[in-house]
């Protein structure tokens, strides 16, 4: 039955523990002194079993005093003893001091049990001290004196301790286990069944039979646990925070209180041993912990049994997450950190497997900064990150690095790190890879690093399209050959990037250094097709296998059987969909995008466009994203879809967007956008600043970009032909020229700038080569245009053409080119006035009154562009471009930008980029 004290229930049965108790008063009744021992684990019910014995004590005739030793009372001389005392009047401790001699100490002991003895002629004294490890150390000589007197009194004492508590006085310990009337009683954790009858105790709790299992298992049988777990589950069942059927502690609730307990009753150092098993986990051992925790192998191995036998540590560990959790929220400031990093100090010492050291040290960076490194811990965590790397756990290799990089004091090597970070980083979050590069490039700018340490950055940079950067650190490459003592190569044209670009061949005028190894083959523009798709029928993704990857792709997407690259992005977008890359991901569904952009598939460009962006954390945190922006812009303007197009327009672009081969795209999609809008002069702007870039960056291809018959339809919609003419005709003068894009694109422009009678053959040939390309877009423009030709001219065929391009234009879903050619009226083939249309005088002149530096930053300001952002576009300083505009207006007579001429939009950009 429940024993009950107030509001106490007493869940446990220790009727057999209080008959031991009585026997013991009967004894004592009898004149027959006893001492009685009660030992257990934390929370096992001692002082429990002591308040219920002597409640019964009382009632029988005999006099209870009783005393609790505190942890926090430890060190009061006499305060337990104290404590005896209040229960009886009549008796005064005796004055003791420190300096008194032993003989003087013994003779007050003498005295003080003569009178307690003569107290209990009358009637048995039972003496109950709880708590022995805390009993202060003059009362405990007491006790000791009392027990060595206590065979002829009518005293019983009765004491309890806790299990396993390593400072308990030995001696004193000793000399009961002497004493032939010494009673001792061991509390045992409950079992199962016990366990199943305390849980019919409890008022209120429900589901009984099905929580039995949970109590036993999360309790350990600890009586303090199980009845705080069931406290718990009671008061949290009403408000659902708790599933029927289940126990589900919560950190800082009745079961973490009663944890707490605990593990202040098991004894000194053991919130520290607690915390190094959570450190240490499977290779928890006494040896172990002893180091960590810096006490001897024996209190080592004290502790764990205490805390084993309190039920908070069993085989794998402390029983349960919320112990865990207690025992961290208890634990000064940083002491997790330090004993991660001293672990793995230990278990690098012992030979243990290096994954499980560098888990230490992580696990010592997350609870606070990774201080005093041992010097191995850099090479230790990378060579572990390569082996996830090739287990494919690319986040926990990015970690490993990451804290690599910052344990590590070398300069270059921490260089080489952040390239390694970037490289692999592009697997799951292009973006962070970007940023890893830019920290290694900030890095190289504000050290002295080696050839070898620049070399690998170039290949990085040019790999990420950022052709800028490139650019500054080949020529720092060619002044660190020169200084030692080899000879430094032209620096020619950038490398083309390989991984990025919609080209990476060589242009005919390239001199690449020679340190950059080999170009790949298989991406020069007469490459033979047979030969890329055997390469890639025999290649499989890897971070070393994944450039030339992309470079035969986007080579064969240059070639007249692009429609094969298609197939081949969805082979190697399904080998990265079957890996933890989402940066691969989207890559490689971005170049589908790109090439279904190139062959006129206008809905298939924006699907995969989309899903390349869905596959990135940040649609718009990294210069990489505006690949396939730069794809969904185009294909929504083609498609008339102009609201989507203009609120990809509007958006807030990288300030480095302009200095990677990404920018490029995104210009010329932003320029296709700004022509279909009727924003000419925008348009020109942002293709003008594409061609300049190119010519800068020594890569102008019009397979990568054809800024020249892009400005030229631009031209002619302004009415400018001659202008568009000399354009087209510079690009057919270029090796591109071969490819049938190219030249059908250029000869389809260049009929538009011819007469009537001259365009026929040149829009056949153009036709004849569109169809070469695959690009179904521009060859419904090309047929269009012929079919107007052909009007013109009144051959009866026009009508059969112009229906095919319309079919075409339909079935590419080119809505703008569509409704063009319904209306008979597509610009490129609209009549135009041969002769140049006159240009404002007053403009001319202009031209002559400002520098050529003056003339370029009026005109951007014309176009509206803020003072920062021509700062970007032409490498200057934002002051600068206030001096120059300041010399602008003192020179034109004028005050603010709104009153620039707009002539200067047109010459000043147009002569810079031709």
Not at 185 to 193: D, E, K, N, S, V
Not at 670 to 686: E, G, H, K, M, P
Request: net charge negative; with cysteine; proline share 5%.
């Amino acid at each position: 039955m429940a024993h009950v004290t107030g509001d106490f229930v007493r869940i446990i049965d220790q009727e057999s523990e209080l008959n031991v108790l009585e026997s013991a008063l009967a004894d004592c009744l009898s004149a027959q002194g006893r001492i009685v021992l009660v030992e257990g684990a934390a929370g096992c019910g001692k002082s429990e079993l002591i308040e219920a014995f002597a409640d019964r004590a009382v009632s029988r005739g005999a006099t209870v005093l009783f005393a609790a030793g505190s942890a926090a009372e430890r060190d009061v001389p006499l305060g337990v003893l104290r404590q005896l005392l209040d229960g009886l009047p009549t008796l005064e401790p005796p004055e003791l001091q420190e300096q008194d001699s032993e003989a003087l100490m013994i003779e007050a002991m003498r005295e003080l049990h003569t009178k307690m003895c003569g107290i209990a002629e009358s009637g048995p004294v039972v003496c109950c001290v709880d708590n022995l490890q805390h009993v202060d150390a003059a009362s405990r000589r007491f006790l000791q004196y009392m027990a060595r007197h206590s065979r002829s009194g009518r005293i019983l004492l009765v004491a309890s301790q806790t299990r396993h508590y390593s400072p308990l006085d030995a001696e004193f310990t000793t000399e009961l286990m002497r004493r032939p009337e010494l009673v001792r009683i061991q509390l045992q954790p409950l079992t199962a069944t016990q366990v199943a009858t305390a849980a019919a105790r409890f008022p209120g709790l429900l589901d009984r039979e099905r929580l039995t299992d949970d109590l036993y298992r999360i309790s350990g049988g600890n009586p303090l646990l199980l009845r705080a777990l069931a406290s718990e589950h009671t008061e949290l069942r009403p408000t659902a925070s708790a599933e029927r059927g289940a126990i589900r502690p919560q950190p800082g609730g009745a079961y973490a209180r009663a944890v707490v307990t605990c593990l202040q009753s098991c004894g000194q150092n053991v919130l520290k041993l607690a915390a190094a098993t959570i450190v240490l986990g499977p290779l928890t051992t006494p040896a172990l912990i002893a180091q960590l925790v810096g006490i001897t192998r024996t209190e080592a191995a004290q502790g764990m049994s205490a805390l084993k036998a309190s039920g908070l540590l069993h085989e794998q560990g402390l029983r349960h997450p919320v112990v865990t959790t207690t025992v961290v929220d208890h634990l000064a400031p940083g002491t997790l950190a330090a004993m991660h990093r001293d672990a793995a100090e230990l278990l690098y010492e012992s030979n243990v497997d290096p994954n499980v050291v560098a888990r230490h040290l992580l696990d010592s960076h997350a609870h606070g900064p990774l201080e005093d490194a041992p010097p191995w811990a850099s090479g230790l965590l990378r060579a572990v990150a390569e082996e996830a790397v090739k287990g494919e756990d690319v986040c926990r290799a990015i970690t490993l690095l990451e804290l690599a990089h910052d344990t590590c004091v070398d300069a270059q090597k921490r260089v080489t790190v952040k390239l390694r970070l970037s490289t692999i980083a592009w697997r799951v979050d292009p973006g962070l890879s970007e940023r890893y590069l830019s920290e290694a490039t900030e890095a190289v700018r504000a050290g002295t690093v080696s050839a070898a340490q620049i070399l690998p950055l170039l290949h990085r940079l040019t790999a990420q399209g950022r052709i800028a950067d490139a650019l500054e650190m080949q020529d720092r490459l060619s002044a660190a050959l020169s200084d030692s003592g080899r000879a430094p190569t032209d620096r020619g044209t950038a490398p083309e990037p390989a991984a990025v670009s919609p080209l990476t061949s060589q242009s005919d005028n390239s001199v690449q250094l020679a340190e950059l190894g080999e170009t790949h083959s298989y991406a020069a523009l007469d490459a033979n097709t047979t030969d890329i798709e055997r390469f890639l029928a025999t290649t499989t993704l890897s971070t070393a296998t994944i450039q030339p990857i992309v470079q035969a792709l986007i080579t064969l997407t240059c070639s007249e059987e692009a429609e094969r690259c298609v197939d081949w992005c969805q082979v190697f977008l399904e080998q990265a969909l079957g890996r933890a890359t989402p940066g691969w991901q989207s890559l490689f569904s971005s170049m589908k995008a790109l090439v279904l952009l190139r062959l006129g598939d206008l809905e298939g460009a924006e699907e995969h466009a989309l899903e390349s962006l869905a596959r990135l954390p940040d649609q718009r945190g990294s210069n990489f994203a505006f690949s396939p922006i730069s794809t969904l812009l185009r294909a929504r303007t083609e498609m008339g879809n102009y609201v989507d197009a203009a609120a990809l327009v509007e958006q807030s672009v990288p300030d480095s967007l302009h200095l990677s081969i990404h920018g490029l795209a995104y210009f010329r999609a932003r320029a296709r956008y700004y022509l279909a809008t009727r924003q000419f002069q925008a348009a020109l702007s942002d293709l003008y600043e594409a061609g300049r870039l190119m010519k800068q960056w020594g890569m102008d291809r019009p397979t990568l970009l054809p800024w020249r018959t892009e400005a030229a339809e631009v031209l002619l919609e302004m009415g400018h032909p001659q202008r568009a003419e000399r354009l087209v005709l510079r690009q057919l003068s270029m090796v591109d020229a071969r490819n049938p894009w190219v030249r059908g694109t250029s000869l389809r422009l260049r009929a538009a700038t011819s007469e009537p009678k001259k365009r026929l053959p040149l829009l056949q040939q153009a036709i004849m080569e569109l169809r070469k390309s695959g690009d179904r877009v521009q060859l419904a423009r090309a047929m269009a245009d012929l079919s107007e030709t052909l009007v013109a001219l009144g051959d009866p065929l026009a009508s059969l053409i112009g229906q095919e391009a319309l079919a075409l234009a339909a079935e590419c879903k080119a809505a703008v080119l569509h409704e063009r050619i319904l209306r008979g009226s597509l610009s490129a083939s609209a009549p135009r006035a041969m002769a140049e249309s006159p240009l404002d005088v007053r403009g001319s002149d202009l031209g002559t009154t400002l520098s050529e530096s003056e003339q370029r930053v009026a005109a951007l300001a014309a176009l509206k562009y803020t003072n920062r952002e021509i700062s970007g576009l032409l490498h200057i300083t934002v002051s600068t471009v206030e001096q120059h505009l300041t010399r602008v207006y003192r020179k034109l007579n004028i005050s603010r930008r709104q009153d620039l001429p707009t002539i200067l939009e047109l010459n000043t950009l147009e002569a810079s980029a031709q």
